[in-house]
């Protein structure tokens, strides 16, 4: 009996250092884990359609994971064509604002003491600026890096999801030869609960997107901001990364409603309480309660894990933070010695 109680502080700080040692795998390796862990994911989101368009509509299963696939990037291809030409309409329309944002230039520069050619334009002065042209060119570089690194892991994730759902097919006479009924009942029961939880939060996250997106555009609408619309696509898009997209996008949102209204001030005022209030209320309160009923996940666990997986794998990991432990709790409740874990990560 001593000798067990003595084993167990030895077996708990085993553990943790495993854990501390995993996580530093999965960070230093992210190259080569996201986008595998975004394909399951894929794969997990749209195994539930090819499933209904196979026993509900007696389409083949080839033949529903095209049909699903070319709806997915129907919809991908018809969202980046409004982000991009809701851009490319802002910058036709940029030198109507050059006067109002050269004036707040001046204005700023004087505060600051920095010495500014009110004869030239806007853009000369601001790549006359040292730091502002070092900003320019860093940021002009990291965007265009981040963008084809994006493009390339989501192409990749896609690839990877297509044969893996192609696998699902096979994959219960698969369980049928390797495990023993029990064990067989118990993995089909543990993966049906992980696609059925990660299908669940997707469709959460796509409606209080969908409400802070079309809440947005609302108030921009009422107030006659340029671009509307535009903003309130910005917002919906920008939910699906939590906290960090919905501060982005309000930083943009008022950046542009002061070129809009300057000098008036208090229609930038009114936009920025409204928005920063909608994102708010529905990033930090509505959608961490509703996601933390229906995922039986704890709102605070929601939180830190934003936290963890952020440092572990920056935005994507923040995107895949929730999902991923709803992952981990349903495993944690398939082995005996976790089962504690998988009470403390839930909300009940």
Not at 211 to 221: F, P, R, S
Not at 227 to 247: D, E, K, M, Q, R
Request: net charge positive; charged share 10%; aromatic share 14%.
């Amino acid at each position: 009996m001593n000798e067990q109680n003595q084993t167990k502080p030895v077996f708990f700080l085993l553990l943790f250092l495993c854990l501390c040692v995993g996580l530093q795998i999965l960070k230093t390796a992210s190259s080569v884990i996201i986008p595998i862990t975004v394909a399951i994911l894929f794969s997990f989101a749209f195994l539930p359609p090819v499933k209904f368009f196979k026993n509900k509509l007696h389409i083949p299963w080839a033949a529903g994971i095209f049909l699903v696939y070319s709806i997915f990037f129907t919809v991908f291809l018809m969202m980046g064509n409004i982000v991009f030409s809701g851009i490319g309409h802002i910058i036709q329309i940029l030198p109507k604002y050059e006067e109002r944002l050269m004036n707040i230039l001046v204005l700023i520069c004087s505060q600051l003491n920095i010495p500014i050619n009110e004869q030239e334009g806007l853009f000369s002065n601001l790549l006359g600026l040292s730091p502002i042209r070092k900003f320019l060119s860093s940021s002009a570089l990291s965007f265009s890096t981040t963008l084809y690194d994006f493009l390339k892991s989501f192409f990749v994730s896609v690839l990877f999801s297509v044969f893996l759902i192609v696998e699902f097919n096979k994959t219960k006479g698969k369980l049928d030869k390797a495990l023993n009924i029990e064990t067989k009942d118990k993995v089909t029961k543990a993966i049906n609960r992980i696609i059925t939880d990660v299908s669940r939060y997707i469709s959460i996250k796509f409606v209080s997107s969908l409400i802070t997106g079309i809440c947005v555009w609302g108030i921009c609408a009422v107030l006659s901001l340029d671009f509307a619309p535009v903003f309130g696509f910005i917002a919906f898009l920008a939910n699906f990364i939590p906290t960090f997209g919905s501060i982005v996008s309000c930083i943009l949102t008022i950046l542009f409603a002061i070129a809009n209204f300057y000098p008036s001030i208090w229609q930038v005022a009114v936009i920025s309480i409204t928005i920063i209030s909608v994102n708010f209320l529905i990033g930090n309160i509505l959608e961490p309660k509703i996601l933390g009923e229906n995922l039986d996940l704890s709102p605070f666990i929601i939180l830190v894990s934003l936290t963890v997986w952020g440092w572990i794998w920056g935005p994507v990991g923040m995107i895949l933070s929730v999902p991923l432990m709803v992952t981990v709790k349903i495993v944690c409740e398939n082995i005996p010695f976790l089962k504690p874990v998988a009470i403390f990560i839930g909300n009940k």
